[in-house]
C-alpha cells in the first residue's frame, strides 16, 4: 500500500502543476476585472490552435499515466531472477544448467531476462561473444523503453510549438483588424483579441512543463533499473568467464 501511494506521488505532482495555473488566471482575473471572463470562456474564443492543444494534452496525459503503471522494477527485473539463476549455475556451469537458464530467461520479456538469455545463447561461441551478445540486446531494450518516454518530450514540444503558433496567428489577426479600421479599433475588442492569443501559449506551456518533469522522473527510474539489471547481467556472466 505504502509502495502504491508513493508511486502516485509523481502522478499527483504532475497532475497538480498543469491545474495550477487555470486556478491562479481564475483568482487573478476575478477582482481586476468588471466584466469577468472566466479561463474557460478564454479558452472557447482562443480558436482551433486551442482545441489542439487540449486534444494533445488528453493523449499526453494518458500516455504519462499509462507509463508510470507500467514502468516498474519488475517490468526489468522480475522477481527472484536474480536468485534462482545464482541457484542455477551454484554447482557450476554444467549443460543441465544452461538449459534451465535458458528455460527461465527466453520466454520472459523483462528486460534483464533477454539480456542474459541473448548472452547465454552464444556459449558455443565463447565469452567475448556472450559479452558482445549482451550488449547488443541491452542497447535495444533500452531504446525500447527509452523510445516510450520519448514520446512525452515530443509532446511537450508539440505543446510549446502549437501554444506559439496559436499566439502568432491571433497577433496577425490582431494586427489585420487593426490594418482594415485606420480610423482606429475598439480598445477593449482589440485587448480580448490579443488575450485568446496569448492563452494559447499559456495552455502549451500547461501541457509542457508537465511533460518534461514526467520525462526526467521516468528517465531517471529507467536508467536505475537498468544499472541494476547490469549488476545481475555481470554476475551471472561472470560464472562463464570463470569456466573458460
Known sequence: MKRSILRALPILAVLAIGLLPLIGADE??????????????????????????????????????????????????????????????????????????????????????QVIASAIDKKDFGYDAMVAAAECTATAEGNRWNNKIGWLALFASIGTLLGLFGTVWG???????????????????????????????ANGLIVAIPMLICVFILRARLNQYILDATVISNEILDYFRTAR
Open 28 to 113: 487573478a482575473g476575478a477582482p481586476a476585472a468588471k466584466k469577468e471572463i472566466s479561463a474557460f470562456q478564454m479558452i472557447i474564443d482562443s480558436g482551433w490552435t486551442e482545441w489542439q492543444i487540449i486534444l494533445l494534452s488528453v493523449i499526453a496525459f494518458a500516455v504519462a499515466l499509462q507509463l508510470f503503471i507500467t514502468l516498474k522494477r519488475e517490468a526489468i527485473i522480475p522477481p527472484g531472477i536474480a536468485e534462482d539463476l545464482h541457484n542455477c549455475f551454484a554447482e557450476g556451469v554444467t549443460d543441465e544448467a544452461v538449459e534451465n537458464a535458458l528455460s527461465m530467461t527466453q520466454n520472459d520479456p523483462t528486460y534483464v531476462s
Open 171 to 201: 497577433m496577425i489577426g490582431a494586427f489585420m483588424d487593426m490594418a482594415a479600421n485606420p480610423a482606429g479599433v475598439d480598445a477593449s475588442m482589440l485587448a480580448g483579441t490579443i488575450g485568446g492569443a496569448l492563452i494559447t501559449t
